[in-house]
C-alpha cells in the first residue's frame, strides 16, 4: 500500500488475518495520539507511548484509568489494528510485544496478550492506574489558544475575550470534575480464587440504575491474571489513585512467555463470568467476525476497500450501552463527548443509524430506540444525554427544529433496509407525536419554508443573521425544506394516517422553495427580518438537500451542481467546503474556513457525494475519493488526525491551519480530534450513495449503475450482498 496514504506517520499493511493495520512511526510521533479499541459494550483509546485509557459509559461517561506510560514512543514499533493495538520494544535482551484487543461483541473488558523473548526476567509485571474522573456536562470549554492568523483586529479582541471566558469555564469544569471523582474513588479486594484485584468505587451505583445528570461506575473495575499459573496480586490506594500489580513467575532460564491478563468493568454478580469469557476469546475468531461485518470489493479504488472496511470497524467498535435509557448506542464522540461529557445528538444518531444498519442492524435499531425515548410528549426532541440517560437541550439548542425530520428519515430506511416492522410498531406513536410538532410547533414561516427555530443542522446558523432574537422568532431554513421534501412522502409510506397531510406539507415546501432561487443556487434561508442568508453564498449544506429532493427545475439543477463542482469541490483537496466563499458571522465566533463558516464537513461531503450522484455521477465519485483518508493525509500529511480516524469538519483551504480542525469557545475539537462518528458514517453514506444503494420498501438494493470510475464492485455486509457495474454505453 502507498506510505503516502499514510502521510508523516506511517504505512498502512495488511495483518496476519489480512485485515488493514496501521504501522506508526516512532520518529513523526511528536504529541499525543491514539486509537480506538472497543466492541459492543467498552471502549479504550490507545496511545503511542503504549499506554490505555479505559472509559466505563453505561451510567454515564467515566474516565477509569490514567495512562502509564510503556516507554517513549520513539523506542516503540507501534501497531494499530481491528479492534487491538500492538506495541514492541526491545529492552535489552528482552523483547516485549504488547497486544491490548477488545473480543468482538458485548464483553465489557479488554484482553492484554504479552509475548516475551530473550532472556526473561525472573518476574514479569503488569499494572494498571486508576483515577475515575466523571465527565460531567460542561458548556464552554475551550482553553485559550491563539487567534486565528485571518482574525482581523476587532476580531482578535473578540477572540481573546470569547476564549478568555470559556478558559475560566473550563478550569472549573475540571475541578468539579475532579473533586466528583472523589466519590467514585476505587477501593481495591483481592479474589484469590478468580485471580484478580476487584476495585469497588467508594459510592457505588444504585440498583437498579436510575437517571442522573453525574455519571457513575456500573458496578465494579477489575484487574485479572488469564493464565494457569497463580499470580501474586498487589493493589494500593492513594487519594484519588489507585495502582495494581499482577506479578507472574517465570521458569529460570526460560527463553519465551505467553502471558495473558483482562481488565473491564462490570457488575458484582457478573464478573466471574467476564473474566472466564476473555479467558476463552480467540484473537482469530474475533478478527474472523470482524471481517465479516462489511467487505468491499472494489479493483478500481483500493484506498476505499480498505478505508471502508476501516470506517465500519470504528462504527461499531464504538458502540456502548446506556443502562437508563436500556439501549445500546453509538455516541457521537470526539470533544463533544470526551471533552463535554455531552452524548447526542439525534441527528447525529440518524446520520450513524443509515450505514450502520448494513454492519451492525440490531445495532441501529438500539440506536434508533434511543432516539425514540428522547421524543418529548410534545413531540419535540431533546437535543442529548447526558450523565446516566439525563435528557438535556444542552443549553442553547432549547428548539432545533431539524431532529423531527432526521428522525422520520433513519426510521423510515431502516425499516425499510432491515424488513424491521416491529420496530415501526413501536415507533409509531413517537413517529406521529415528531410529525405533529413539526408541522404545528415548528411549521413555516412568512416565505413558506419550515422555520429554523434556535438552529438546524448548522447549529450556528443563528449566528449568519443579524439579529438573533428574530431569527429565532421567525427565520426560515431551506435545509429544513429540502429535506423535508425528500423525507416527508417516503416517511408517508410507513405512516398512512398522515400520510396525504404529510404528502401536502411537502409539496408546499417545493413550491416555496421555488422561491428561494438566487440563480445559481437556493438561498440558505431567512434571517427573520425579511432578507435572505445566502444570496450571494452557496451554503452546500441545504443545497445538496436540494439536489437530493430533485428540487427546481432540471436546468436549474444543472446549474446547482456545477456551481457546487466549481465553487466547493474543485477548490478543495479534501472533499467539498460547506461554503464557497467565508461569511460574516455574528461577534467573529466562527472564523474563516472554520467549522461551519467554510469548513469541510463529513456528513455534507456525503450529502454532496449523493446529490451530485444523481445529476452527474462521475463527478460524484470523484467528490468521494476526496474525501478519503488517504486524501487527507496527501494533502495535510503532517496532520495526524485524518489519516486513521478524524473529527466532523476539517478546516478550509481557504483558512487558517488547513486540514486541521476548528476550536470555538465552546468545542474544542482540536484537542480530542478523531473518534467521531460522522467521520467514519460520512464515508460509507457516502459510498453507498455513489454506488446507486438505497432503501425502499422492497429493501435495501442497488436501483442505480455506479459511475464508470468505479467499475464492478462488490459489497458484503452483516446485512445484505450487494454488487454491481457500470453501464454499458454501447447500450
Not at 127 to 134: D, G, M
Amino acid at each position: 500500500m502507498a506510505a503516502r496514504d499514510g502521510g508523516d506517520f506511517g504505512e498502512w499493511e495488511r495483518d496476519e488475518d489480512g485485515l488493514a493495520c496501521f504501522d506508526l512511526r516512532a520518529s513523526a510521533v511528536r504529541e499525543d495520539v491514539w486509537h480506538q479499541i472497543g466492541n459492543d459494550r467498552i471502549t479504550a483509546t490507545a496511545h503511542a507511548d503504549g499506554s490505555v485509557t479505559l472509559y466505563a459509559w453505561e451510567e454515564g461517561l467515566v474516565r477509569l484509568s490514567l495512562p502509564a506510560p510503556l516507554a517513549d514512543p520513539a523506542a516503540l514499533r507501534t501497531r494499530f489494528g481491528f479492534g487491538w493495538a500492538q506495541w514492541t520494544l526491545d529492552a535489552g535482551p528482552v523483547r516485549v510485544t504488547r497486544r491490548v484487543w477488545a473480543p468482538f461483541g458485548e464483553t465489557t473488558g479488554l484482553r492484554i496478550d504479552v509475548s516475551l523473548e530473550g532472556e526473561l526476567p525472573a518476574v514479569f509485571t503488569e499494572r494498571w492506574r486508576f483515577a475515575p474522573l466523571p465527565l460531567l456536562v460542561g458548556g464552554l470549554m475551550s482553553r485559550r489558544v491563539c487567534p486565528p492568523r485571518t482574525a482581523t483586529p476587532r476580531e482578535r479582541v473578540l477572540w481573546e475575550t470569547m476564549l478568555g471566558a470559556s478558559t475560566i469555564s473550563r478550569v472549573l469544569t475540571d475541578a468539579v470534575r475532579r473533586a466528583l471523582g472523589w466519590r467514585l474513588r476505587l477501593r481495591p479486594r483481592i479474589d484469590s480464587a478468580l485471580g484478580a484485584v476487584l476495585l469497588e468505587p467508594a459510592s457505588p451505583s444504585p440498583e437498579p440504575a436510575r437517571r442522573s445528570l453525574l455519571p457513575r461506575i456500573p458496578g465494579l473495575v477489575f484487574v485479572a491474571g488469564l493464565g494457569e499459573a497463580a499470580p501474586i496480586l498487589r493493589a494500593s490506594a492513594r487519594g484519588r489513585r489507585t495502582d495494581v500489580e499482577i506479578e507472574v513467575a517465570l521458569a529460570p532460564r526460560q527463553q519465551e512467555a505467553r502471558l495473558s491478563f483482562a481488565v473491564g468493568f462490570s457488575r458484582h454478580a457478573e464478573v466471574s463470568k467476564v473474566v472466564a469469557d476473555l479467558r476463552a476469546a480467540s484473537a482469530r475468531e474475533s478478527a474472523s467476525r470482524w471481517q465479516r461485518i462489511w467487505r468491499l470489493e472494489m479493483p478500481s479504488a483500493p484506498a476505499l476497500e480498505r478505508e471502508t472496511s476501516w470506517h465500519a470497524l470504528y462504527l461499531r467498535s464504538a458502540q456502548v450501552r446506556d443502562t437508563v435509557l436500556g439501549c445500546r448506542y453509538l455516541p457521537q464522540g470526539s470533544a463533544y463527548a470526551y471533552i463535554h461529557g455531552l452524548q447526542g445528538a439525534p441527528r447525529d444518531y440518524a446520520i450513524a443509524s443509515l450505514p450502520l444498519a448494513l454492519v451492525d442492524p440490531a445495532g441501529a435499531r438500539d440506536l434508533l430506540r434511543l432516539c425514540l425515548r428522547l421524543v418529548r410528549h410534545d413531540g419535540s426532541l431533546s437535543y442529548a444525554h447526558t450523565g446516566a440517560g439525563f435528557p438535556t437541550s444542552a443549553g442553547i439548542h432549547a428548539a432545533p427544529s431539524d431532529l423531527p425530520l432526521f428522525l422520520l428519515w433513519a426510521v423510515t430506511d431502516y425499516v425499510w433496509a432491515a424488513s424491521d416492522r416491529a420496530l415501526l410498531d413501536e415507533a409509531r406513536p413517537a413517529l406521529l407525536r415528531a410529525w405533529r410538532h413539526l408541522r404545528e410547533g415548528v411549521g413555516v414561516g412568512p416565505h413558506g419554508l419550515l422555520r429554523a427555530g434556535s438552529g438546524d443542522w448548522n447549529d450556528p446558523i443563528t449566528a449568519f443573521a443579524p439579529s438573533r432574537r428574530a431569527f429565532h422568532r421567525h427565520g426560515e431554513s431551506s435545509f429544513n425544506s429540502a429535506m423535508a421534501a425528500y423525507v416527508l412522502p417516503r416517511a408517508a409510506e410507513l405512516l398512512p394516517e398522515v400520510g396525504p397531510s404529510m404528502r401536502g406539507l411537502a409539496a408546499d415546501l417545493r413550491e416555496a422553495m421555488a422561491g428561494a432561487w438566487a440563480g445559481q443556487w437556493f438561498v440558505r434561508g431567512y434571517d427573520g427580518a425579511g432578507g435572505a442568508i445566502g444570496g450571494d453564498h452557496l451554503f452546500l449544506d441545504a443545497n445538496a438537500f436540494c439536489l437530493i429532493a430533485r428540487l427546481g427545475t432540471e436546468e436549474q439543477r444543472r446549474a446547482l451542481a456545477g456551481a457546487i463542482v466549481s465553487r466547493c469541490c474543485d477548490p478543495s483537496p479534501i472533499g467539498p467546503t460547506i461554503l464557497d466563499h467565508p461569511h460574516p458571522v455574528r461577534a467573529g465566533l466562527l472564523p474563516a474556513g472554520w467549522d461551519t463558516n467554510g469548513g469541510v464537513w463529513a456528513f455534507i461531503c456525503a450529502l454532496t457525494v449523493w446529490g451530485l450522484a444523481l445529476h452527474d455521477p462521475e463527478q460524484a465519485f470523484r467528490c468521494l475519493q476526496k474525501q478519503t483518508l488517504a486524501a487527507h493525509a496527501r494533502a495535510y500529511p503532517h496532520v495526524w488526525y485524518g489519516i486513521w480516524s478524524g473529527p466532523d469538519a476539517y478546516n478550509a483551504h481557504f483558512g487558517d491551519r488547513p486540514g486541521e480542525t476548528y476550536v470555538q469557545p465552546a468545542t474544542p475539537m482540536r484537542e480530542f480530534p478523531v473518534m467521531n462518528s460522522n467521520a467514519h458514517a460520512g464515508p460509507l453514506l457516502a459510498l453507498l450513495k455513489a454506488l446507486g444503494v438505497e432503501a425502499t420498501p422492497k429493501g435495501v438494493g442497488v436501483y442505480r449503475p455506479p459511475p464508470r470510475a468505479a467499475g464492478a464492485w462488490r459489497l458484503t455486509t452483516t446485512l445484505a450482498r450487494l454488487a454491481g457495474a457500470p453501464a454499458d454505453p454501447s447500450r
